[in-house]
């Protein structure tokens, strides 16, 4: 009987099940708060998908850095340019969306140690700001514009994290 090829049975396996990062992704620096191994794995999924607009470390420093600010409650900031991918990062609340796409996109020993971080920055987001009670029309779902300026409504909420106060709401 053949034998398979390994380059075949890594296909079956997914793109980083059972395998260990490559030396090189383990001589990085650790990412803010992971272990060595989880930073690895974050090195080598954001190399594999070439995501150079998705840096881990400066995502959470901005998120953190939100959470860090002195006051007790605290207001969202919404973007001045949101169309712009650098000035939308100014809103906390797309800083989370990005956090939550590269924590999708991690294998499961990289998920499992971001996922801890997290938690532990939600939980400091959840207590310092406040739920939003009267939101502004389609602030809590998505919609779809179409060319003959009609929209349609596609019910898909927000995460939790765009429903809270912003500052001049």
Do not use: K
């Not at 998908?49 to 939100?66: E, H, P, V």
């Not at 207590?127 to 009609?150: C, F, K, N, Q, S």
């Amino acid at each position: 009987m053949p034998r398979r090829r390994p380059g075949a049975l890594r296909a079956l396996q997914g793109p980083f099940e059972g395998r260990r990062p490559p030396a090189w992704a383990r001589e990085l620096p650790p990412v803010d708060r992971l272990s060595p191994a989880a930073s690895a794995g974050v090195h080598w999924v954001l190399y594999e998908q070439s995501t150079s607009d998705t840096d881990l470390a400066y995502l959470l420093g901005r998120y953190r850095g939100f959470l860090n600010r002195p006051g007790g409650r605290l207001r969202l900031v919404a973007s001045l340019v949101p169309a712009c991918p650098g000035c939308a990062l100014d809103d906390v609340a797309e800083v989370r969306d990005r956090l939550g796409e590269v924590y999708r996109r991690l294998p499961p020993q990289a998920r499992t140690a971001l996922g801890r971080v997290l938690r532990a920055l939600d939980a400091e987001f959840r207590r310092r700001t406040l739920p939003d009670p009267d939101p502004p029309p389609g602030h809590w779902a998505d919609w779809i514009e179409y060319v003959d300026d009609w929209a349609e409504w596609r019910g898909i909420p927000y995460a939790w994290w765009h429903r809270r106060i912003y500052e001049h709401t």
